[in-house]
């Protein structure tokens, strides 16, 4: 991680639209012993992941939102995390999970699979790359769960979900799924128009999970429902890759 966390989040620019829930999260008990607490563990020594905890906010302004996928805590690999789920940089090894998403779109949209695993493209199209939980220790999976980020993760997603326009979330496994009741309360009370919302869910595309029961992410066809229940609604969203 790179400097303090109050930095970093300090870091989101206003122009993202982000600052509205970012900076009463960071001033309030919770977000402080958050702050306190990730900033021990650097002091400490311990490698903590990613470099950019808020790649995706700064990459994805709330305003340009349509899709939300949500992963669960950062790769814990070295060199992996970017900021934004499920992407490693160009040049890394492609995840198992990520090896799965892209048979998935290849399965389903009969799109070429680029040779790198970086998603940007998603996120600069209004793709929302985001976590449950923002970091990780090297090495230890969902070691920062419970420390405070759901907190936060719970504000964004409703967030999106109560501003207008269509907005597609994808949950995959349990800790996304978490999210659902918040996300459909959020735009029930928004007075949005309800049918602008759809909510997929399956396993986590995980190798453990992805073609197990009850609901197999392979197979899923989430990439083309999302495509065509956005394209009814006059907007434009592909999720072809671009090379390097």
Same mark, same amino acid.
């Given at each position: 991680?790179?400097?303090p966390?109050?930095?970093?989040?300090?870091?989101? *620019?206003?122009?993202?639209?982000?600052?509205a829930?970012l900076?009463?999260?960071?001033a !309030?008990?919770?977000?402080?012993?958050?702050v /306190?607490?990730?900033? %021990?563990a650097?002091? %400490?020594?311990?490698?903590?992941?990613?470099?950019?905890?808020?790649?995706?906010?700064?990459?994805? *302004?709330?305003?340009?939102?349509?899709?939300?996928?949500?992963?669960?805590?950062?790769?814990?690999?070295?060199?992996?995390?970017?900021?934004? !789920?499920?992407?490693?940089?160009?040049?890394?090894?492609i995840?198992? !999970?990520?090896r799965?998403i /892209?048979?998935?779109?290849?399965?389903?949209?009969?799109?070429?699979? *680029?040779?790198?695993g970086?998603?940007?493209?998603?996120?600069?199209?209004?793709?929302?790359?985001?976590?449950?939980?923002?970091?990780?220790?090297?090495?230890?999976?969902?070691?920062? @769960?419970?420390?405070?980020?759901?907190?936060?993760?719970?504000?964004?997603?409703?967030?999106? %979900?109560a501003? *207008?326009?269509?907005?597609?979330?994808?949950?995959?496994?349990?800790?996304?799924?978490?999210?659902? @009741?918040?996300?459909?309360?959020?735009?029930?009370?928004?007075?949005?128009?309800?049918?602008?919302?759809?909510v997929?869910?399956s396993?986590?595309?995980?190798?453990?999970?992805?073609?197990?029961?009850?609901?197999?992410f392979?197979?899923n066809?989430h990439f083309?429902?999302a495509?065509?229940?956005?394209?009814? /609604?006059?907007? !434009?969203?592909?999720?072809?890759?671009?090379?390097?």
């Amino acid at each position: 991680m790179q400097g303090p966390l109050q930095a970093q989040f300090d870091a989101v *620019p206003p122009t993202s639209g982000w600052r509205a829930l970012l900076d009463p999260f960071v001033a !309030s008990p919770e977000g402080q012993a958050l702050v /306190r607490r990730v900033d %021990a563990a650097v002091a %400490a020594g311990l490698l903590i992941y990613p470099a950019q905890v808020f790649a995706a906010l700064q990459r994805t *302004p709330r305003q340009q939102v349509r899709v939300v996928i949500l992963g669960q805590d950062p790769y814990h690999g070295p060199g992996q995390a970017e900021g934004l !789920s499920f992407s490693v940089p160009p040049g890394l090894a492609i995840p198992p !999970s990520l090896r799965n998403i /892209r048979k998935e779109i290849a399965r389903d949209l009969g799109l070429p699979a *680029p040779a790198h695993g970086h998603l940007g493209d998603w996120a600069d199209a209004g793709v929302l790359l985001l976590n449950t939980v923002l970091t990780v220790q090297a090495e230890q999976a969902a070691s920062h @769960a419970g420390w405070g980020w759901e907190r936060l993760t719970d504000q964004l997603m409703q967030a999106v %979900a109560a501003d *207008p326009g269509p907005k597609v979330f994808m949950l995959w496994g349990a800790h996304a799924q978490r999210k659902r @009741a918040g996300i459909e309360q959020a735009r029930a009370a928004s007075g949005h128009a309800a049918t602008d919302l759809l909510v997929l869910q399956s396993n986590h595309p995980s190798p453990l999970s992805a073609t197990r029961p009850p609901a197999p992410f392979v197979g899923n066809g989430h990439f083309g429902q999302a495509q065509r229940f956005l394209a009814e /609604r006059g907007v !434009s969203l592909g999720w072809a890759l671009q090379d390097f």
